[in-house]
């Protein structure tokens, strides 16, 4: 059974790069059918999608965060990670890794998920 | 970028059914995944693609679509359904997105 844990820095000081790491266990992270995502939800809100990567370390943002945001994998420890640069307050949130399966382009969907890392960005 | 609109809260009597929907343009393409989220959990695929449903998830959770508009419906609402429940497609520019949730009670 595929189980991903998120963890890293759980309070980030504002201007400076939230960085997140996600251990993915039962399961190869250098799937073919799969790639990686980051998802986050601020305290008492909805999910925002932040971006994916695949195994080849491809990667694609939500443009609304592109500017702002790093992600790789590391294949030999089957991880894949998150930064965020320039955070501020709003950043403060849940974040989420979880593998995103698909049919086709007309459909892809994600699971599982990890357990969720709070980070909170203050001085 | 595409938006993704649900009900902020729908009630349910114990063992009635509920439909939950969601609305964007992205969803006359693209189907619409659901996630149910209880409160301080990490989100669950409950249905995906056209009308399925992830191994242990109850077979009163079903999905349809029609237009711009997908649902999702519990035939017979649990206790154990009460939660926030998400919408979530793809968009014309290959983003993610999210709807904004919807709060089902179950009284």
């Known amino acids: 059974q595929l189980q991903l844990q998120e963890s890293g820095s759980g309070l980030v000081k504002p201007s400076e790069t939230l960085s997140l790491t996600c251990a993915v266990s039962?399961?190869?992270?250098?799937?073919?059918?799969?790639?990686w995502s980051w998802i986050r939800q601020p305290p008492g809100k909805g999910l925002e999608w932040i971006g994916y990567?695949?195994?080849?370390?491809?990667?694609y943002y939500n443009p609304s965060l592109k500017s702002r945001v790093t992600m790789s994998i590391d294949r030999s420890k089957n991880q894949f990670s998150l930064e965020l640069s320039s955070v501020t307050a709003a950043d403060t949130a849940v974040y989420y890794c979880?593998?995103?399966?698909?049919?086709?382009?007309?459909?892809?969907?994600?699971?599982?998920w990890g357990q969720g890392a709070l980070v909170t960005v203050s001085p | 970028s595409s938006e993704l609109t649900q009900d902020p809260a729908v009630s349910v009597a114990l063992g009635q059914p509920v439909r939950i929907t969601c609305q964007g343009d992205?969803?006359?393409?693209?189907?619409a995944n659901w996630y149910q989220q209880k409160a301080g959990q990490a989100p669950v695929l409950v249905v995906y693609?056209?009308?399925k449903r992830p191994s242990g998830i109850p077979d009163r959770f079903s999905g349809s679509s029609s237009g711009n508009t997908a649902s999702l419906t519990i035939t017979g609402a649990q206790a154990e359904d009460e939660a926030d429940y998400y919408c979530?497609?793809?968009?014309?520019?290959?983003?993610?997105?999210f709807g904004t949730g919807t709060t089902v009670t179950v009284l």
């Open positions: 990567i695949f195994h080849s370390g491809s990667t």
């Open positions: 992205s969803l006359r393409t693209y189907y």
């Open positions: 979530n497609s793809r968009d014309s520019s290959a983003n993610h997105v």
């Open positions: 979880a593998r995103e399966g698909g049919e086709n382009s007309y459909v892809s969907w994600f699971d599982p």
């Open positions: 693609g056209k009308n």
């Open positions: 039962g399961g190869s992270i250098t799937s073919d059918d799969h790639s």
